[in-house]
């Protein structure tokens, strides 16, 4: 028998009591019949009122709630995929929101061979929404995901792609646990994996910038985690063809970059992430990476790791006194 869920909705709920509602909301104003898709929602320890906010609905049919101890995002995800009946995956944040009635459409893009679905977004800033980007090509025809992965035009945010569930499984495509950036160390390998991805030129999802969010504040966590990100990615691409090495150590080497950019604004953390940087040899992947920049990072790195980190520091710097 065919399983008629075409769509699992996966949101986990931590600290979001003022916009879980909406985004809750977003999901159940559909027009695809509820027998055809459902919602997970994991409340990941979330020690404020967002299943309060919520409780009300979660007598639907189409709604499942699952708890666990606070164990971050990438775990909820996880579990949620454990759980999930759907042949498709969206992973959506709790403070977004996706567009009423797109479901029906989306839908029709879930055929034979498809692995990933993917679309734009738009940020909602101050009141204000801005589209992120427009795929130029391989709009409404399947593509490679590697090809978009080499091109530079893949989704790196999770929540932008719906995912054939039954890829992720038969790849162990899951979300590295215990750690920032877990879209940055996924995508790269779902995007890689995948034979075919559809690209749909339009806006599905809806980002808000929450000032006061997890990932929106400094934690010295996050460039660790950067390297964390840097070293699983470095130990994927073994597997990866010749042709797309070069891709995944740019990937790496922008990781990087981002890893130092954000660490030198901790003084007190800055020898122990040059230890941490160094033990995992990640200037090889900066070396071999295609940017002539990264060439040069990555030969700093191997001779002086603390030259380039006061280089950073003092271009981090500079930017500031421009501005």
């Known amino acids: 028998m065919n399983n008629p869920i075409l769509l699992s909705i996966v949101i986990p709920v931590y600290n979001v009591e003022l916009y879980i509602e909406r985004c809750l909301l977003s999901c159940l104003n559909q027009d695809l019949s509820i027998s055809q ?40 995800r996880n579990n949620g995929l454990l759980h999930a009946k759907g042949k498709y995956v969206w992973f959506v944040d709790s403070d977004d929101w996706i567009l009423e009635n797109c479901l029906q459409e989306i839908a029709g893009y879930m055929v034979a061979g498809i692995d990933i679905i993917t679309f734009c977004a738009a940020d909602f800033i101050n009141d204000k929404f801005y589209r992120r980007f427009e795929y130029i090509t391989g709009v409404n025809k399947k593509i490679e995901g590697r090809d978009l992965l080499k091109r530079g035009t893949c989704q790196h945010c999770v929540p932008f792609s719906i995912y054939r569930k039954r890829f992720l499984e038969q790849n162990h495509l899951f979300f590295l646990p215990n750690i920032f950036h877990e879209d940055t160390e996924f995508s790269p390998r779902a995007y890689y994996l ?48 010749p042709e797309y090495k070069s891709c995944f150590n740019n990937l790496i080497s922008l990781s990087i970059n981002a890893a130092i950019n954000g660490i030198v604004t901790a003084k007190s953390e800055i020898s122990r992430f040059i230890v941490d940087l160094t033990a995992r040899g990640l200037y090889r992947n900066m070396l071999n990476a295609g940017k002539l920049r990264y060439k040069i990072e990555g030969l700093l790195l191997y001779l002086c790791p603390a030259l380039l980190i006061c280089l950073y520091k003092h271009y981090s710097s500079l930017r500031r006194i421009i501005k």
């Open 37 to 76: 898709y459902e919602i997970i929602l994991i409340d990941d320890g979330s020690p404020d009122s967002s299943i309060d906010k919520i409780s009300k609905w979660l007598d639907r049919k189409n709604i499942t709630l699952l708890t666990q101890p606070n164990s971050g995002l990438s775990v909820a």
């Open 194 to 241: 995948a034979n075919h991805v559809f690209c749909i030129n339009k806006v599905f999802y809806y980002v808000y910038h929450n000032p006061n969010s997890i990932t929106r504040t400094f934690n010295p966590k996050k460039s660790f985690d950067l390297l964390i990100v840097s070293h699983s990615l470095s130990i994927f691409m073994l597997d990866v063809t």
